[in-house]
Structures are given as structure tokens and as C-alpha cells.
């Protein structure tokens, strides 16, 4: 194991320097297929190469040194990562930030030893003035979820509702089902029984 994380180290170091200007890759270690490192950014033009890859070699372990990239093409790395059962690994000297951590989030397993990070998405925009007062209102906008999400936890809410609650432009309806899930008593007697009423 310290052979091969050694290996991998090597790997990441020797190809880190410069890498951003790149598309993200895949690297497959020589002396053992089961391990894959991602390097790079992850573009939404190079993901359909990087998931066929993925899908020829079928790694066990997919190591990840990435700033991020395009939310989209992470979502679809992420996705296979989680459907094939590939565990992620960021290595003690590198780093796994913005979107990436959507992939590492993906694995079966996981383990950062390195530094995962995470922000708020913000907006994709040519013209500064714009991206500034968007960049503004989204922010704006992402704290005051994680302020709901926050108070919602504290309620032990179920995932469906903050799903629901964040995908629904318009208002959703649960159904008889997600209530049963949502509802804490069966009957209005268990809410408030008719001997408290006396």
C-alpha cells in the first residue's frame, strides 16, 4: 500500500505543475489498474472521454487532484463514480476543491487527507460589472438557504423535502406517501388527545 501511494504521489506532483491550462485527465497506475488518479480541470468537453475510460479500465480507486470545473461534467463524474462503486482518495498533498468534491462525494468509500473545499456556485458571466452584482445575488441567495437547510436539520427533516423545496419552481404537493414519512403522529387523538382537553 505505501508503494502504491508513493506511486501516486509521484504521479500528482510530477503532472501538477501547470495542470489548470489542461483538460483533466486520467491516469492509470502501470503496476496497478485498480488505481486511477483525476488530474486537472473536469470540462464538460472531455467528460464523455474520461467516463468511457472509467468504463474500459473500471479502476477501484479514483484518486483526485482538481480545482473544479464545470458543475455539469462533475455531476456526471460523480454520478458514475457512485453507480460503479469506485472509492475516492485525495492524497495528503493534494486537493480536491469546487466541483471535484461533488466526484469525491460520489465514492463508495472515501478518504481526504488532503484538502477538500467547497463554495457557493456562482455564475458564469463575460462581462465583469454583470458577474459582480450576479455574483452578489447569488450569494445572497445560497446563505439564505443554508440558513433554511441549517434550521431544517435541527428538525431532523428528511432529504426528499429539501429536494423538493430547492427543485420545485412552482409549489410542490407531497403525496399521501412522503406525509407519512413527514408526519411525526398517525391521528390528530396521538397530536393532541382529548384528555388534554380537559
Known sequence: MVLIRSA???ML??????????AGRL?????DPKWAVFLGPIKITEIDHILSQLEEKKPAVLALHSYGGDVA??????SHVHKNKIKTFVAELSFCASACSLVFMGGAERLAEGILSVHQARPIEEN???LVR????????????AERIRLLNS?????????QMLDNYNSYKFT???????????TLDELYPINELQ
Open 8 to 10: 501516486l504521489l509521484s
Open 13 to 22: 506532483l510530477a503532472f501538477s505543475t501547470g495542470f489548470s491550462a489542461y
Open 27 to 31: 491516469i492509470f497506475d502501470a503496476n
Open 73 to 78: 461534467a462533475a455531476l456526471k463524474l460523480a
Open 128 to 130: 465583469q460589472e454583470t
Open 134 to 145: 450576479q455574483d452578489i445575488a447569488w450569494s445572497a441567495i445560497q446563505s439564505l438557504m
Open 155 to 163: 428538525f431532523d427533516t428528511p432529504v426528499f423535502f429539501y429536494e
Open 176 to 186: 399521501a406517501k412522503e406525509l407519512e414519512q413527514l408526519n411525526t403522529v398517525k
